[in-house]
């Protein structure tokens, strides 16, 4: 059992397949962690739908924090935050779930709520946004991705009927997470900036743009739908990460997940948000020395966060908007007042290294086999890779893969070219499906996401961000392999975490503290106290990474600079052939 002097603050991840709660020490320890898989629903006839539940979710929270809880006293937890994937989740002026599923049951009470960001459904919605010239393209890189809130909205106004639609509230999910925990719907400026097309620097909603695209309800009724902060900033009802929601946890929340009522809750972020939260403060251990140098906040604008999971985020941020075209933002104050962030992405990572290696016919004796030699598959994909490069008698994988190429984009492309139309290519195939073939399919899957991972870095430089290293975060920080690649393709060292799959709750924890210490302090704290305080709360809780500093030898670099150009021409190739065959069609 917990002593009365003991403190601790629960950060609440919920990912594309599962919630996690983390229990961390104000230093920064992890106390405790538990992660419970959620459901995601799928169209067997439209591989475009991805639909979850809020309820499921809700559920899958309160066990994982139960959980984490198990010995400890309520009262120590003194604060929580929240983050969350960007799926928008609908509900009533209640805040109970209304079906997003098409068909009969749309709009009616039901589980499945949630349409997951991947979902691709709002195609024609998109193209109908951007050939608007709105303003708000500006700030979503000149092209609004279909997994953003507000096309998803425009699918369901033009599919439901309008006496449900007019009593429809819509939240990103980190929003409806914080107003489920409090019973306040106050939005957060990470989720209404980044997703819902708000813009605070030009008085946040544009009621033209909205009037333009057939969503003129929303202007009517005053944003109550989506929150009703015309401009961001304290008392104007939108809310910076981690400040205070409300009165903090409500009766009826406490009481399901075991805590006190009126705890303090965070303003929630993104997940990729949270990851960055949790990963850009670090310090870090080269050689087995631990740096030096304690990062400022201003250094924070050269270190690039990839969150890395079934999709990867790139953030960074600035003291200046940075345009780049095909990269989401410049936002700004999502995280700190006055700082603008950039987002770049890759749609399908994580699921695409899934993908190559389930669809391959090897795959089973691949599963069979590391069984049989009690080994993990991935040591083995790396173990058949090496002998094919020793009976080859290359000096690397990547000469190993010279004459193989991939382009990875099998679900469109996030960034920088902002093409939900690109789809994935293979050349140099061979009517091998040996094991053997599966490592080579495995590794330039690998080789392709580190190329891509390249390109968004070198434009966001291009158009005037600085980016030194790579901070990263989620499940594929564990890859060792993919890291290197990352630094000797990229041509940056790459910091790991301290915990790969920490971080993200480690930065909703941070969400949490930061909300418990301004509600201590009172009214008195101003914005800059506020950032200060902020980036000291990151500092003291985030634990030293691992530096993989790039080591590519002269011939390697040759190698990845001929698949670099090639990656690129690639695209063009693509662009082409789309271009040629819309032509033969008409």
Request: a negative charge; proline letters at 4%; charged letters at 20%.
């Amino acid at each position: 059992m917990t002593t009365d002097n003991e403190s601790y603050y629960l950060g609440i991840d919920v990912g594309t397949g599962s919630a996690r709660a983390s229990l961390l020490s104000p230093t920064g320890t992890l106390i405790a962690s538990s992660t419970v898989s959620t459901k995601t629903w799928r169209d067997p006839s439209d591989h475009r739908i991805f639909e979850q539940s809020t309820d499921d979710i809700w559920a899958a929270i309160v066990s994982a924090v139960k959980t984490c809880l198990e010995g400890k006293s309520p009262s120590a937890v003194k604060g929580l935050g929240f983050d969350a994937t960007c799926s928008l989740a609908v509900c009533d002026l209640e805040g109970k779930p209304l079906t997003v599923t098409r068909g009969d049951a749309l709009g009616t009470p039901g589980e499945r709520n949630i349409i997951l960001w991947a979902d691709h459904r709002a195609e024609k919605e998109a193209d109908l946004i951007n050939s608007t010239q709105s303003l708000v393209l500006d700030y979503v890189g000149g092209t609004m991705s279909l997994e953003m809130e507000i096309p998803k909205i425009l699918w369901l106004k033009s599919h439901l009927p309008p006496a449900i639609f007019s009593t429809c509230q819509f939240f990103d999910l980190p929003d409806f997470l914080t107003y489920r925990a409090t019973n306040d719907a106050t939005r957060s400026s990470c989720s209404l900036t980044c997703k819902c097309s708000y813009v605070p620097t030009h008085s946040g909603w544009q009621d033209d743009f909205f009037e333009k695209i057939g969503l003129g309800e929303l202007v009517q009724s005053g944003y109550r739908a989506v929150g009703a902060g015309r401009a961001a900033g304290p008392g104007m009802g939108v809310l910076t990460a981690g400040q205070p929601v409300g009165k903090g946890l409500s009766k009826r929340a406490a009481e399901e997940l075991g805590l006190v009522e009126g705890t303090p809750v965070g303003s929630g972020v993104i997940d990729a948000y949270a990851g960055w939260l949790g990963t850009v403060a670090a310090r870090f251990n080269e050689d087995g020395k631990l740096s030096d140098i304690v990062p400022s906040l201003e250094e924070s604008q050269h270190r690039l966060a990839a969150v890395a999971g079934t999709s990867t985020c790139h953030l960074v941020q600035s003291p200046q908007g940075v345009f780049v075209n095909g990269v989401w933002g410049p936002y700004r104050d999502p995280v700190f007042r006055g700082w603008w962030m950039n987002e770049g992405g890759q749609s399908s990572t994580g699921q695409l290294i899934d993908f190559m290696l389930t669809t391959h016919p090897a795959y089973a004796e691949l599963q069979e086999r590391a069984k049989s030699e009690d080994k993990n598959m991935f040591v083995l994909l790396h173990d058949l890779m090496e002998h094919l490069r020793t009976s080859e008698n290359a000096s690397s994988f990547t000469e190993v893969l010279k004459d193989m190429h991939m382009y990875p984009d099998f679900h469109g492309n996030r960034s920088p070219l902002a093409d939900p139309r690109m789809r994935g290519a293979l050349t140099g195939l061979t009517l091998s499906s040996s094991l053997s073939a599966l490592a080579l399919t495995y590794h330039l899957t690998l080789e392709s996401i580190a190329l891509q991972t390249r390109h968004i870095l070198e434009s966001l430089n291009a158009a005037g961000h600085k980016i030194t290293s790579i901070y990263m975060s989620g499940g594929q920080a564990t890859n060792r392999v993919l890291m290197q690649l990352f630094a000797d393709v990229c041509g940056v060292p790459v910091v790991l975490p301290f915990e790969h799959s920490g971080a993200v709750g480690r930065g909703a924890a941070v969400l949490g503290r930061f909300a418990a210490e301004v509600v201590k302090a009172g009214e008195g704290m101003g914005e800059r106290e506020q950032d200060e305080l902020l980036w000291k709360i990151m500092v003291e809780m985030t634990p030293a990474g691992t530096l993989v500093a790039p080591s590519a030898t002269p011939k390697v670099k040759k190698l990845l600079e001929a698949k670099y150009k090639i990656f690129r021409e690639t695209i063009e190739i693509q662009k082409r052939w789309r271009k040629e065959m819309e032509e033969a069609s008409k």
